[in-house]
């Protein structure tokens, strides 16, 4: 975090300099903050309206809400808010501003697709992120790459390269870029630390493991239109549905009884196997949110 302020910093010094605006550089960091601070507020709204949340009582979802109510208890925070989305897409996520404030979504297709302990190790997934803060987190990083982008497009096309508009704009672009790949770090970080936090509050790390391979093959189910429509707010899922169907080819490895599930003795034999990962897709993992599907359960199989 340090890293990517100190990146946007520079930028508006230089930006700042070029322009002979050189002594306005408290009123720089002040504007920076107000920009991240309504991000901050306006996020939760935003993912709201996007999935379109429907809050549920304990009366309409007795079971979510007991599983819930459970986990929040095991890792000592205020139980959150219980959602569900009507999306066929099987998936879940957390999201608010604060522990207080806490919400965990449920899709309507991962109630038809996970079984009791699977749903249970997801959503101890999704308390994690609000355990550990990750929804200020991600909000306070993103907005940072998201400011160089402006940057950039208003200095590189403003048709003004007398005061070097245009080397101000390539250097906010290449910040951008930069700060993109630290943002996308900070992010598979994070699900591999609540995929931890969710063994950690009652989780069964082969019940995890089973539920992202049946969340990887129900996503490469759904209609790309659909898939299209959720891009905005795809980092806040559990796994990246845009790479959903390559994803299968290597999951395959796993699923020795093909019987669509991973138990916990083909998850445990994976101390001992050695997976095979496409190079293709080991880069490609520099560009998504979350960690290769693979080498996710491969790390699940250490707790088991």
Known sequence: MLLLFGLVYAIVIVAANLLGYGGHYPLFAIVGLVIVFVQYL???SIVQATMKVKYVTEEEAPELHRMINELAMYGEIPKPKVGISETSIPNAFAFGRTKKDGRVCVTRGILNTLNQEELKAVL???LSHIRHNDMIVMTLVSAIPLICYYIGISFLFSGNNRDGGAIIGILAFVAY???QLIVLFISRTREYYADQGSIEIGGQPSALASALYKLVYGS???PKEEMKNMEGVKAFFLNDISTARED?????QLDTDHDGEISASELSQLKYKKVNIKTSDKMMELL???PNM?????RLAEYS
């Open 42 to 44: 306006i996020g939760p």
């Open 124 to 126: 101890g997934h999704e």
């Open 177 to 179: 870029f930069l700060g």
């Open 220 to 222: 490469a189910k759904v």
């Open 248 to 252: 299968i080819q290597e999951l395959s």
């Open 288 to 290: 998504s949110t979350h």
């Open 294 to 298: 693979l080498k996710r359960i491969e």
